[in-house]
């Protein structure tokens, strides 16, 4: 068991970048990244007796990773939201630093965060440089299908980003 545990941590850690990705796409608040983080690695642990090597570990991780961000965003949605914090703690927000890095990250993934789940899927395994034959695996359509709906996505993204960025300004 210990043996197993140590080896679970190391991969968790090797691969802990595409967790962040995943918290980050599909939260928007830092505390709700957080609680997502900590339900992808208990099913991770849950279900790590299960992995059996047929495919790669970042493969297998993602697929787990991905279900419960699904499931917690879904869960999240219909839990209504019955505490407000008092208005005289809006000076407790985080500090944004104003670099155009920064804002041009927060710009995309607040976009990332209108797309369907698939197109999110799509985006992140993109990003995460997977070949089209991987993606196509991951979410159970052709490779064909795989580019098509990348380029639609792409492109979806671009407009939402080019509307934000109308809006802002």
């Known amino acids: 068991m210990e043996n197993n545990a ?3 941590i190391q991969l968790i850690e090797e691969h802990k970048a595409m967790l962040f990705k995943i918290c980050r796409i599909y939260q928007d608040d830092e505390a709700d990244r957080d ?3 900590q339900e992808m690695i208990l099913q991770l642990w849950l279900a790590f007796d299960s992995f059996q090597g047929k495919s790669k570990f970042s493969t297998w991780m993602y697929r787990v ?4 961000a699904i499931m917690f ?12 914090l008092p208005d005289n ?3 407790l927000e985080a500090e944004v630093t104003d670099t155009e890095k ?8 607040k976009a990332i965060q209108q797309l369907n789940k698939v197109e999110k899927a799509l985006i992140f ?6 070949p089209y034959e991987d993606i196509a695996l991951n979410l159970g359509i052709s490779e064909i299908n795989v580019r098509v709906r990348l380029n639609r996505t792409k492109n979806k993204l671009k407009e939402i ?6 809006e802002y300004r």
């Open 73 to 84: 965003f879904k869960k999240q949605k219909r839990r209504p939201d019955s505490e407000q």
């Open 65 to 68: 990773a991905l279900n419960t």
């Open 6 to 8: 140590a080896r679970f």
């Open 89 to 91: 703690l809006d000076h």
């Open 102 to 109: 920064d804002e041009q990250l927060t710009l995309f993934y």
């Open 161 to 166: 980003v080019k509307s934000m960025n109308y």
């Open 125 to 130: 395994l993109y990003m995460e440089d997977q």
């Open 35 to 37: 609680d997502l983080m």
